[in-house]
């Protein structure tokens, strides 16, 4: 089946893959936050509007600032705890937040045969949903 948000064939499949392959090997556990992160840019039917610009600023600064994954979690406690985040996440309305569906590259890009290449495509991989997402305006 053709994913019609992301153009790729058995996307969730793919995903649901990586997550259990990130969990069991911290190897490939290392780029958990840009898998999440890319995959939800490329799936805006997930997430509300607010929710996607919130994935893709924390995209940015795991890609762009480098910021560790233990201090965003730190940032996104903070803001949680004071009750600043007021916006939905998760939309279940099915419609998708952006109408972008073609893509440079896409999960079946990504190669698993050993966390040091799993690690750089899925980076490549999150870097190029950030280069195509950042010009979009909602
Ligand atoms: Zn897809």
Redesign the pocket.
Known sequence: MI??????TD??SRFDEFLALEFTDMGYGAVHNLTVAAYML??SSKLTKEGWMYERDLLREFVVEKKSPSLIRQQVKNSLDSGKRTFKFKSKDGKPVINKTSWTK??PDVRTENAEVYCADVTAWARSVLEETETIKL
Do not use: D, L, M
Request: aromatic content about 0%.
């Open positions: 994913c019609p948000e992301c153009g790729a996307c969730r490329q799936h896409t999960i």
